[in-house]
């Protein structure tokens, strides 16, 4: 459940916090203070992102290991490319490849869809196509709901990052029938 919203000046704001609507397959962002945010445009009160049970975990998968699968012992490809192999592991970003954790989902679907559209196709742009290329709105809507939850700041220990046999192992285990 979401909180029911009315759309104020580009802005999705909750009618009452006792509404709630089912939400549906969306990612719904309303301000933490609908004041500071609506009226005072204060870059600094923040938002909240509700979405739908389990994207963040289904666009986990999608972004550490791209979707990719160990099917006995072949390797299955993925429908993408693990982002951390440009934007960074702790998707902070690397040289001129922007910084991704944390930022607004809203944000991250909408460039997502442009990149696929073809509406964003600056030079650098280039290097997302084959990312997006088989991306469904539903993928684009679990890695959008997982990169938003990751914690931006100080770059995460290596310690802390699981390893790609660790990743995989999980996958593996949860998906054998
Ligand atoms: C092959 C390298 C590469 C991979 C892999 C990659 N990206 Fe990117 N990404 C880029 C580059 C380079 C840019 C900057 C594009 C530009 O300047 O227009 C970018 C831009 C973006 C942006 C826009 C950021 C902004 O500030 O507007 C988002 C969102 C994004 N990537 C998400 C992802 C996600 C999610 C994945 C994994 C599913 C991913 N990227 C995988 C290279 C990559």
């Known amino acids: 459940m979401a909180p029911k919203t009315r759309i104020a000046a580009n802005l999705f704001i909750a009618t009452e916090q006792a509404r709630t609507e089912p939400i549906a397959g969306r990612i719904i962002e309303v301000p933490e203070n609908e004041e500071q945010s609506e009226l005072y445009r204060n870059p600094h009160s923040g938002f909240v992102a509700y979405v739908p049970v389990g994207s963040i975990k289904r666009g986990a998968d999608l972004v550490?290991?791209?979707?990719?699968?160990?099917?006995?012992?072949?390797?299955?490809?993925?429908?993408?490319?693990?982002?951390?192999?440009?934007?960074?592991?702790?998707?902070?970003?690397?040289?001129?490849?922007?910084?991704?954790?944390?930022?607004?989902?809203?944000?991250?679907v909408r460039q997502l869809w442009d990149i696929r559209?073809?509406?964003?196709?600056?030079?650098?742009?280039?290097?997302?196509?084959?990312?997006?290329?088989?991306?469904?709105?539903?993928?684009?809507?679990?890695?959008?709901?997982?990169?938003?939850?990751?914690?931006?700041?100080?770059?995460?220990p290596a310690s802390q990052i699981p390893t790609i046999a660790e990743r995989f192992t999980t996958t593996t285990v949860s998906r054998s029938r």
């Open 64 to 108: 550490t290991t791209g979707g990719m699968r160990i099917v006995g012992n072949k390797i299955v490809q993925g429908k993408t490319t693990p982002c951390g192999t440009c934007h960074g592991p702790d998707l902070m970003g690397v040289a001129d490849v922007p910084a991704i954790a944390g930022r607004s989902p809203s944000y991250i």
């Open 117 to 156: 559209q073809g509406a964003r196709k600056g030079a650098s742009a280039q290097l997302m196509k084959l990312v997006v290329a088989n991306l469904t709105e539903e993928d684009m809507t679990n890695i959008a709901a997982y990169v938003a939850s990751r914690a931006t700041g100080a770059a995460q």
